[in-house]
């Protein structure tokens, strides 16, 4: 049963568990509050927006999530699901409030902009009439847990004693179902032993469903700093680890090295594992940038920014593959960037992929749809095709032209360029697509490819660091 596609056979004890509430319904806050309602909890969600409430309650998913739509329509015919732009329903109605807001990077600075979390937290402390516990759930930088316990002091009535405390997720889109009801650990920090046995109760479906299945889930109880910095030193970690095999790449395209070779090789030691590997156009989503980004800023607020002064060459070196990459399609197309940067003008790009990666239509900070805008600017006639990603690209990036089938993108295409590691990309027939490109030349972004196979069709590769 252990993919993100099938729903799990729940256990449905619901004597000890508590009622949630979701704080921001977005992709966090909805998806965390469809499968504990699937755990058997009776869960709300609560948003402003009351469009993409109305959207939830009349069970459409206004994202792409596999597995998660059907979820979402069997919990609201169950009843244990409801969604609400009601705060005084959702104040009266739960004992636990997860706050699952955005945390987006402040306009202009690196640090995070907590004004979403300032706001869901005051408006909803405002309306309390009982003991509950608030937890925050969206990644914040260290801190932040005891200013909003400030917050909530400031604005609940005092005789509540309503505590704080921490709970971080660990999310991956095209995942995030089955991130929520198999993960692979349970980090928590309560302030108090009453607090602590709620959130023992809280996630006790998680663990129930793990017994059923006969597995463990680890479950880290810890400080509130601790909890805080859990989810964004896991972030500034994976993107380091990105960021070292495409500093690699480069260094084996001026050797004659061969990085995949080089990943496999060193994936062997245990010490390294051969997770995140994987050369490419590099790293963006919703998380990873801006986390790295917000982290070396906290630490330079607290005094100890020069031991992370590396964290953000780590943001260059993965900015710089998108110019990088740019430069690779010009010079395969025989138009080698001269001082002003490369001419692609009369070049037809049959490009393929927009999201930040498969199997989402999220395009936050996509290194695709980034490298696709470079090649436009340098006057390319770029023709895009996404499976899910499509209307959001549109939205981001007008200028370039989108089609909705890969047999209109790749005709008559001057250079092929497979970005986003989509199977329908990874499956992609040599022989058959060169008969309907113009020209057999392909920019193989995800490193998915066998080269040998593709020469041996008459194709041009490039691979990255290959």
């Given amino acids: 049963m252990g993919n993100a ?60 999530e596999a597995g998660l739509p059907e979820l979402l329509k069997k919990n609201l015919e169950s009843g244990r699901l409801r969604f609400t732009t009601d705060v005084q329903a959702v104040a009266d109605f739960a004992d636990v409030h997860f706050i699952c807001v955005d ?9 995070a902009d907590l004004s979403y979390i300032e706001a869901a937290v005051t408006e909803l402390s405002r ?27 400031r604005h609940a009535p005092a005789d509540l004693g309503v505590e704080v405390g921490w709970s971080p997720e660990f999310l991956q889109e095209s995942n995030a179902m089955h991130d929520v009801l198999r993960p692979s650990r349970i980090v928590y920090a309560a302030q108090s032993e009453w607090a602590s046995k709620l959130l023992k109760d809280v996630h006790r479906g998680i663990l129930e469903l793990a017994a059923v299945e ?17 989810k964004v030193a896991a972030n500034a970690f994976l993107s380091t680890k990105i960021s070292f095999i495409n500093a690699m790449a480069d260094l084996c395209e001026v050797t004659g090295g061969d990085v995949t070779d080089l ?49 953000g060459e780590i ?34 790009v049959a490009y393929l992929g927009a999201t930040f990666k498969p199997d ?41 032209s989108y089609v909705k089938t890969l047999v209109e993108a790749v005709a008559d295409a001057d250079v092929v360029c497979a970005m986003v590691p989509w199977e329908e990309f990874r499956t992609l027939d040599p022989e058959a697509l060169g008969r309907q490109v113009a020209e057999r030349r392909i920019l193989d972004g995800m490193n998915a490819f066998d080269a040998d196979q593709w020469t041996a069709h008459g194709w041009t590769y490039r691979g990255i660091g290959r």
Avoid at 103 to 111: A, S, V, W
Avoid at 222 to 227: I, K, N, R
Avoid at 366 to 383: M, T
């Fill in 360 to 400: 989402t239509d999220d395009i936050r900070d996509s290194p695709a749809l980034a490298i696709a805008q470079g090649l436009r600017r340098a006057r390319a006639d770029v023709v895009v095709y996404d499976p899910e990603g499509l209307d959001n690209a549109q939205t981001a990036a007008p200028e370039l």
């Fill in 5 to 64: 596609t099938q729903a799990p056979e729940t256990p449905q004890n619901t004597t000890t568990r508590p009622r949630i509430a979701f704080i921001g319904c977005g992709y966090l806050g909805a998806t965390y509050a469809i499968c504990f309602a699937e755990l058997g909890y009776e869960v709300v969600g609560y948003d402003i927006n009351t469009a993409k409430i109305d959207a939830f309650s009349s069970g459409t998913l206004p994202f792409h």
């Fill in 127 to 153: 309306h309390l009439t009982r003991k509950c516990l608030i937890v925050g759930k969206s990644t914040v930088p260290v801190g932040t847990a005891s200013w909003v316990q400030e917050l909530v002091d």
């Fill in 263 to 311: 990943a496999r090789a060193i994936g062997h030691d245990q010490r390294i594992g051969n997770k995140f590997l994987r050369a490419g156009i590099g790293f963006g989503g919703g998380c990873l940038p801006k986390d790295l980004r917000a982290l070396t800023a906290r630490a330079g607020d607290l005094g100890v920014g020069e031991s992370f002064r590396f964290l």
């Fill in 214 to 230: 006969d597995r463990e889930v680890p479950v880290v109880e810890t400080d509130l700093a601790t909890a805080e910095l859990v």
């Fill in 315 to 348: 943001d260059q070196l993965n900015t710089r593959r998108r110019s990088h990459t740019v430069r690779a399609v010009a010079e395969l197309v025989g138009r080698p960037p001269g001082p002003a940067g490369p001419d692609l003008s009369g070049v037809r």
């Fill in 103 to 111: 945390t987006p990077q402040r306009k202009g600075e690196p640090g």
